[in-house]
T-cell receptor
Framework: AQSVAQPEDQVNVAEGNPLTVKCTYS??????LFWYVQYPNRGLQFLLK??????LVKGSYGFEAEFNKSQTSFHLKKPSALVSDSALYFC????????????????FGSGTQLTVLP | GAVVSQHPSWVICKSGTSVKIECRSL??????MFWYRQFPKQSLMLMAT?????????EQGVEKDKFLINHASLTLSTLTVTSAHPEDSSFYIC????????????FGPGTRLTVL
């Protein structure tokens, strides 16, 4: 079974500083990896995904993530944090190859609350 | 593009009543829709997966007779919470995907259900 770990419940960073939100995963075979952001009382917004190719993936709002197969990690990064980046971030995974339709479902991490301090 | 809407955004109902939540893909045809439940400060828990025109696949522990899912068209799926009780109070979120193997799930804004 696939799983995702987000080891930090809370990350605090000063505005203008770089930020990193950590994610490690476990899946059979090659992974499809996703990052989503959730603002209070809202649904999830897609940020970026890794399917194949370049390990560094660039997404919305200046975010990027690096796929590291040997460390089974997909950490989310941004060079310069904004106060408006404060939100709840979710990492998700599913296997690239599957035999049943239900395996297309995403498995989410527990979420990391990012607070950017002015 | 890839906008998903949910209606209502919030609903308060009395215990024992049924509540229907709609999920619509506004600018694409969604062959697959997913329904999630989220408790405060927790992650999303998948409840069921529905494909247009076929019965939904429920996750283990989810009562299919209590959470009725209908995916009648490529742009609409509904979740009906039947005989709601206070423990059903939660944030319900749907997502939709195009149906390709590499597809992304696009999420609705969620529905806050409070059962009194």
């Amino acid at each position: 079974a696939q799983s995702v770990a987000q080891p930090e419940d809370q990350v605090n960073v000063a505005e203008g500083n770089p930020l990193t939100v950590k994610c490690t995963y476990s899946v059979s075979g090659n992974p499809y990896l996703f990052w989503y952001v959730q603002y209070p009382n809202r649904g999830l917004q897609f940020l970026l995904k890794y399917i194949t190719g370049d390990n560094l993936v660039k997404g919305s709002y200046g975010f990027e993530a690096e796929f590291n197969k040997s460390q089974t990690s997909f950490h989310l990064k941004k060079p310069s944090a904004l106060v408006s980046d404060s939100a709840l971030y979710f990492c998700a995974v599913r296997p690239a190859q599957f035999s049943s339709g239900s395996a297309r479902q995403l498995t989410f991490g527990s979420g990391t609350q990012l607070t950017v301090l002015p | 593009g890839a906008v998903v809407s949910q209606h209502p955004s919030w609903v308060i109902c009395k215990s024992g009543t049924s509540v229907k939540i709609e999920c619509r893909s506004l600018d694409f045809q969604a062959t697959t829709m997913f329904w999630y439940r989220q408790f405060p400060k927790q992650s999303l828990m998948l409840m069921a997966t529905s494909n247009e025109g076929s019965k939904a696949t429920y996750e283990q522990g989810v009562e299919k007779d209590k959470f009725l899912i209908n995916h009648a068209s490529l742009t609409l799926s509904t979740l009906t919470v039947t005989s709601a009780h206070p423990e059903d109070s939660s944030f319900y979120i749907c997502s939709a995907s195009f149906g390709m193997s590499t597809d992304t799930q696009y999420f609705g804004p969620g529905t806050r259900l409070t059962v009194l």
